[in-house]
């Protein structure tokens, strides 16, 4: 992989958000849940898929706060128009665990 100047990592907007509502994903392809999630006032609330159930269940998922890059173009994910990418690493079985804050921070502080 090629090295990234500070400058391009820059581009990439990375933010946190609150999940306000998560429904299942039953049509998607692979086990999904979709997720609205809040970036406060100056982003607003966003739509996305994200493929979590492993770790996950929608009932759970309200409140939670997650990070998201929120300055991709919009994909269509089935039914669902993603507008932002909730982020995520892989567990030992390679399941996706969501990045999360570890401290209240406000909604829509960006990663830097």
Not at 2 to 23: P, W
Not at 70 to 91: A, C, H, T, W, Y
Request: charged share 25%; aromatic share 8%.
């Amino acid at each position: 992989m090629k090295d990234l100047s500070y400058e391009e990592f820059l581009k990439v907007d990375i933010r946190v958000g609150q999940i306000t509502q998560a429904e299942p994903y039953p049509e998607a392809r692979k086990p999904a849940i979709k997720l609205w999630v809040d970036f406060g006032p100056e982003i607003g609330t966003r739509k996305s898929s994200a493929r979590i159930c492993a770790h996950y269940t929608p009932e759970e998922l309200p409140g939670k706060r997650v990070m998201a890059v929120v300055n991709f173009p919009p994909r269509q994910i089935g039914k669902v128009m993603s507008e932002v990418l909730v982020l995520g690493v892989p567990d030992a079985l390679g399941e996706v665990v969501l990045l999360v804050p570890d401290k209240d921070v406000p909604l829509g502080g960006r990663l830097f």
